[in-house]
């Protein structure tokens, strides 16, 4: 049996009752998804069961493997090659981006596809090749909701770690009036974690721009923060 269909059957095997209803526990009406109904928990231990098959294969073989489970449309699946890429990400080249940005524009389709994906894979890629943050900043001019809001989730780890600060402001300064909701959360979340290394520089910004700012974002942004610096910048 490959390595595919046993992680069908394996993720198939793996529903219990009403799992149905996990399907469209989360998602807004209208977003993209579909499922086995598996609780996240259950993904990941399926993805950790079956990773031998994967664990030493070169590079080209995981990628051509986790691109077949991200085709598939089943939301489970893509968790399964997400974490795969982030167990292997100190594997990735260069060239391994191309393979990221194409998962982003073409299976990413709802938030929860692309924080997993973005937060750990991209995350991971682009802390070990910062050089490609550019390419992040070109994610956060584009028309898909998904691949703005994917330029500002994949730097939540590094911005958690203190990195990128610089990068990040200018990131949000692209996105920082945007409508969407989605994209608005992502850019808070973004600046909320830059925020716990540099809660100074954090403030400041949200200071600056907090007119043009969505109050998601703004809420988002301040979130860590002490009181008295919230009220602050909740004041009018």
């Given amino acids: 049996m490959d390595i595919i269909k046993q992680v069908h059957v394996r993720l ?3 529903k219990e009752k009403g799992s149905k209803k996990n399907c469209n526990r989360g998602f807004k009406k209208g977003e993209k998804h579909k499922g086995y109904g598996l609780k996240v928990p259950a993904v990941h231990r399926v993805a950790k069961e079956e990773y031998s098959a994967v664990k030493n294969s070169d590079m ?3 990628l051509a493997v986790c691109g077949e489970l991200m085709a598939s449309g089943y939301i489970e699946e893509r968790f399964v090659a997400d974490d795969w890429l982030e167990w292997r990400s100190k594997d990735f080249t260069e060239r391994d981006f191309k393979f990221l940005e ?5 299976y990413v389709s ?3 596809e692309c ?8 995350g991971s890629f682009v802390m070990k090749y910062p050089v ?3 390419k992040l900043k070109k994610w956060a001019h584009s028309k898909n909701r ?3 809001r994917a330029a500002c989730v994949s730097l939540i780890i590094p911005a958690r770690r203190g990195m990128f600060l610089s990068d990040i402001f200018g990131i949000a300064d692209i996105v920082r009036d945007d409508t969407d909701d989605m994209v608005q959360k992502g850019y808070g979340w ?3 974690e830059a925020s716990k290394q540099h809660q100074k520089e954090v403030f400041d910004y949200v200071m600056k721009h907090r007119a043009a700012m969505p109050r998601t974002a703004l809420r988002y942004a301040i979130e860590k923060m002490p009181d008295n610096l919230k009220k602050k910048a909740m004041s009018k």
């Avoid at 194409?102 to 073409?106: D, I």
């Avoid at 924080?115 to 991209?122: E, F, K």
């Fill in 115 to 122: 924080d997993t994906l973005c937060n750990h894979a991209v």
């Fill in 60 to 62: 080209k073989e995981l």
């Fill in 102 to 106: 194409k998962c982003v524009h073409e």
């Fill in 190 to 192: 973004m600046l909320k």
């Fill in 146 to 148: 998904w691949t703005r």
């Fill in 110 to 112: 709802n938030w929860a």
């Fill in 132 to 134: 490609y943050i550019k």
């Fill in 12 to 14: 198939e095997g793996s």
